[in-house]
């Protein structure tokens, strides 16, 4: 399996065509921000990272300085996590999540976070809960963060 950054890849429109057979609801958003290329506006710096196998999608994940907790003290955001079905249950998802952690570690970023409304899915990555927000949808969301070890640091 590949990582890729959608942003540099060479075939953005089979990407955003994978993207879309997502079933769910918030992928619109996403492929809106992407189509209309207002992604950076929405999310701030970051990117969007898919896992591939050859050229099916198999998981992806926005890493960027916003998500929809409107909060600027906070960044960055891992969000818009999705394993297509078939997929799931191997934590496929994690190699995308170690590979933000790289990023905000080369950026010198000691934190990393999320906001959902699963239960028991990132802890297992690493991710401790911090507390409930209303976020931009006006609905509850779980807060999450990540320290980041830089261990090039000594």
Not at 107 to 122: A, K, M, Q, R
Not at 141 to 151: A, D
């Amino acid at each position: 399996m590949e990582i890729i950054d959608y942003f540099k890849s060479d075939k953005p429109d089979h990407w955003l065509a994978e993207i879309k057979k997502s079933d769910w609801r918030a992928v619109e958003t996403l492929a809106r921000f992407i189509e209309e290329k207002s992604f950076h506006e929405n999310l701030g710096e970051g990117t969007l990272l898919l896992l591939a196998e050859g050229d099916r999608l198999v998981s992806f994940l926005t890493f960027a300085r916003r998500d929809c907790i409107d909060d600027d003290t906070l960044f960055p955001w891992i969000g818009f996590v999705y394993t297509f079905p078939e997929y799931r249950g191997h934590r496929h998802v994690g190699k995308l999540m170690r590979r933000c952690e790289e990023i905000a570690a080369e950026n010198g970023l000691p934190t990393i976070f999320v906001c959902t409304d699963h239960v028991g899915l990132y802890e297992k990555y690493g991710f401790s809960y911090i507390e409930n927000r209303v976020d931009i949808y006006g609905e509850d969301s779980r807060v999450y963060r990540k320290n980041i070890y830089n261990t090039n640091m000594q």
